[in-house]
């Protein structure tokens, strides 16, 4: 009997991972409980229990008040007691284990199957042990998720709320990150290192790796033979595109890299304030800059710069209409471009006392040229008013001379109509 218990609990601890001891302490409590019960059949006072369990032979002794009971004493109450409390122990143990193992695997990725789909999430079937739960708006928009289809995510959050509750993600930067170092075994061994990621979720990822070791190189480790690499987790984040760039310690170095495929003419940094001011030629903006400014955003955020980028012509013009005002000469007009004045708006908006920091500009001067281009600002507004009325006026014209030929056109032919 001694034998059977202890082989049921040997059992248990080889198939639900549960620690032997606890399900000795387990069933332990259950007979204190159900000696308590039958005691208390006998006395109304509360009887002093102590339980016996030797963990090599599984030899069990209860003692009431000191007096030892056999096991028969305990009846039907007491066996019945006892596998409750079992049950209730071996299934807070097992929510125990999910919850300690998933815990240990926040900041990781997992695969799972998708299991559910909710209106406000998906949920995800994590190799039978638990549920994974990825809420609508941590999915990615070229997310389309189906019934039984595998998929990887990133661990976002683990916690106790009725139970264990797993919070994935499909948008954290984190999930890119654990992709590459699974298809990368560089970064995995730490021969390549991912130095920083900037992402839009759906759209586009610029990522920084460097190499450890002069004879590897990092991006073609990344990239993989004819892109085979880089093509597997382009495939998992739905078709995201991925520029992989090539870490510098220079910083000018890496922000010309972060811009790529644009080619960068001159960098002029503001190590301070942590700013960058490029210059391209002017056909290559708008590929610096990048679709809705996407290109130069996700370059700023990758290096931790704050990046403007100008086209040399741009920059000329700019100069040139700032010299338009009395109080503006070209040196001048040059440092007003170059600390981001570069439009009269710009300057007219601008708060004197901030002007008056730069240099060769005091306080008198710094209000005098923003009273200036306030009111060529409201002169140039008045003027492209005129002018837009004027055409809005011509455009009338034009039309009322149309609508009178069509007239002039009908009556000829009503002319005709009766003569005929």
């Known amino acids: 009997m001694n034998k059977e218990f202890l082989s049921i609990l040997e059992q248990l601890e080889r198939e639900k991972g549960i620690d032997k001891n606890l399900l000795l302490e387990a069933v332990k409590h259950a007979l204190m ?11 109304d006072e509360e009887p002093e229990v102590e339980v016996k369990i030797d963990p090599a032979k599984g030899d069990i002794s209860v003692f009431i008040a000191g007096k030892e009971i056999v096991s028969k004493e305990f009846g039907r109450i007491a066996a019945q007691t006892a596998r409750q409390v079992i049950i209730q122990k071996i299934r807070e143990a097992e929510k125990e284990n999910v919850y300690n193992e998933f815990k240990g695997k926040e900041g990781d990725i997992v695969g799972g199957v998708v299991y559910r789909l909710e209106k406000k999430a998906v949920i995800l079937d994590l190799m039978g042990k638990a549920e994974g739960i990825i809420p609508h708006s ?16 990133f ?18 930067e984190g999930l890119v990150k654990k992709l590459f170092e699974l298809e990368v075994p560089e970064i995995y061994e730490g021969i390549v290192e991912i130095k920083n990621i900037a992402r839009e979720v759906g759209e586009r990822t610029k990522i920084a790796v460097y190499s450890k070791d002069d004879k590897v190189d990092c991006v073609g480790a990344c990239v993989g033979i004819r892109g085979s690499r880089v093509k597997n987790i382009i495939e998992e ?26 080619t960068v003419s001159l960098i002029e940094l503001d190590r301070e304030h942590k700013r960058a001011r490029v210059m391209v030629a002017a056909d290559q903006l708008s590929l610096a800059i990048g ?11 990758l290096v931790g710069w704050e990046i403007d980028v100008r086209s040399h012509e741009i920059r000329e013009e700019e100069i040139k209409n700032l010299q338009e005002l009395n109080s503006v000469g ?19 908006q601008a708060n004197p006392k901030e002007l008056a920091k730069l240099k060769g500009i ?3 001067k710094a209000e005098q040229m923003v009273q200036e281009a306030k009111k060529e600002l409201k002169s140039k507004e008045k003027e492209t008013k005129a002018i837009a009325e004027k055409v809005e006026k011509e455009k009338i014209e034009k039309e009322k001379e149309v609508e009178k030929k069509k007239e002039e056109i009908m009556e000829e032919k009503k002319e005709q109509d009766s003569q005929e």
């Not at 409980?33 to 006395?43: D, E, P, Q, R």
């Not at 007003?336 to 570069?342: F, H, K, P, R, T």
């Open 362 to 364: 005091g306080k008198k």
């Open 330 to 348: 070209k040196k001048l007009a040059v440092t007003l471009v170059d600390s981001g004045y570069g439009k009269l708006k710009d300057l007219a």
């Open 155 to 172: 661990v976002f959050e683990v916690k106790k709320e009725q139970g264990t509750q797993i919070i994935l993600s499909r948008r954290h």
């Open 291 to 301: 679709k809705r400014g996407q290109n130069v955003r996700l370059a700023s955020k």
């Open 138 to 153: 941590f999915l990615s928009p070229l997310d389309r998720l189906r019934l039984g289809e595998r998929v990887k995510t």
């Open 33 to 43: 409980v159900a000696a308590k019960k039958i005691a208390k059949l006998k006395t």
């Open 237 to 262: 984040l739905r078709g995201e595109r991925i520029d992989i760039i090539r870490w510098h310690e220079d910083i000018k170095e890496f922000i010309k890299a972060a811009l790529s495929p644009a």
